[in-house]
């Protein structure tokens, strides 16, 4: 099993920028991808970033453009890097780990929350 643990949430104004990380722990040699999901009030869980162990990006087209995953391998984490933050971008955001192509996410962080206003 994998545990995740995310940090690097806060308050911050629209246009600012913010960084989240993910520390994975365990039997990291088994995940096949990580990403960051959000849930906002009232709203399903969406997806943010997702990287493959092979390097393959993909993004929800709201943050496209505007946030970026990456990784440090060394250091077991992943971040994402959040620029021109908006008000609608504030949520509970998730890390989570998958195993193979061909499954759903299934380990998760216990969130960090992103408040983005004035």
């Known amino acids: 099993q994998v545990q995740l643990v995310e940090s690097g949430g806060g308050l911050v104004q629209p246009g600012g920028s913010l960084r989240l990380s993910c520390a994975a722990s365990g039997s990291i040699f088994n995940i096949n991808a990580m990403g960051w999901f959000r849930q906002a009030p009232g709203k399903e869980r969406e997806l943010v970033a997702t990287m493959t162990k092979a390097g393959f990006l993909n993004y929800g087209n709201s943050v496209k453009d505007r946030f970026t995953i990456s990784r440090d391998n060394a250091k077991n984490t992943v971040y994402l890097q959040m620029n021109s933050l908006k008000p609608e971008d504030t949520a509970v955001y998730y890390c989570?780990?998958?195993?193979?192509?061909?499954?759903?996410?299934?380990?998760w962080g216990q969130g960090t929350q992103v408040t983005v206003s004035s």
């Open positions: 989570a780990a998958r195993y193979s192509d061909y499954e759903a996410f299934t380990s």
